[in-house]
């Protein structure tokens, strides 16, 4: 049996898991409190990050090798375009949203509401909640922008980019922490990725301690 190492709120885990359920691959998922850096955890990942694969007897990890191992290994349906400027648009994005969003974003909103909690760090830092709510306003502008020519985030077709943003904004949105209201055309592209099949597990996350937001699992928010 495959198997996730994973914690619910990762928005790295979750992309990894909207990519699992979108190639229909099943696994098992095992929650990992990754922060407590358990020396079973290390000897499958030494860099002690979530997500990490086991899969045909081997431990894959970073979450946008294993997706771009998945999509080599099982090609349908697939998470990059065929074409060179496509697959670059679409890593580009990734790496706009694994990098970028969450170091401005998800780490300063979750981190301090969520996981310093979660690891007994004391009391949030507002200066860097207040931060993290300003600029969560420029990137959905940003995808405002593309979404304007475009009918998902790296061209006409939906791609692992997608995945990797609604991974990030659905650990967001758990905590209420996404203004939606001022976004329709970005709020529309969530609707339409969050009917996905892909995505009810995600949908189905309870987190002890935190719980979600009303609207989080609504189809129709």
């Known amino acids: 049996m495959n198997r996730l190492y994973h914690y619910p709120l990762s928005p790295f885990s979750r992309k990894v898991r909207l990519a699992l359920g979108e190639k229909r691959i ?5 929650e990992e409190r990754y922060w407590e850096q358990g020396i079973e955890f290390l000897r499958r990942n030494p860099a002690g990050q979530v997500p990490v694969l086991r899969m045909n007897g081997r431990h894959y990890c970073d ?6 191992y998945l999509d080599e290994a099982v090609p349908t349906p697939p998470l990059f375009p065929r074409d060179t400027e496509g697959r670059y648009e679409v890593r580009r994005l990734c790496a706009w949203f694994d990098d970028k969003f969450h170091r401005e974003v998800t780490a300063k909103l979750m981190g301090e509401r969520v996981f310093k909690k979660l690891r007994g760090g004391g009391v949030p830092d ?6 993290g709510s300003r600029d969560i306003k420029t990137h959905l502008g940003y ?5 304007e020519s475009r009918r998902w985030l790296a061209g006409n077709d939906m791609t692992l ?5 609604a991974a ?3 650990c967001l949105d758990y905590v209420s922490d996404v203004p939606w209201d001022k976004y329709e055309a970005v709020k529309d592209w969530y609707a339409k990725i969050k009917s996905r ?3 009810r597990s995600i949908l189905a996350d309870q ?3 935190f719980r979600p937001a009303v609207h989080y699992a609504d189809l129709d928010f």
């Open 207 to 209: 987190v002890p301690g």
């Open 168 to 170: 990030q904004l659905s």
């Open 197 to 199: 099949p892909a995505f």
């Open 161 to 165: 980019a997608d995945f990797a943003a």
């Open 126 to 131: 507002s200066a860097a909640v207040k931060a």
């Open 26 to 30: 099943e696994v098992e998922l095992v």
């Open 143 to 147: 995808m405002t922008f593309l979404l």
């Open 63 to 68: 979450s946008q090798a294993i997706c771009e």
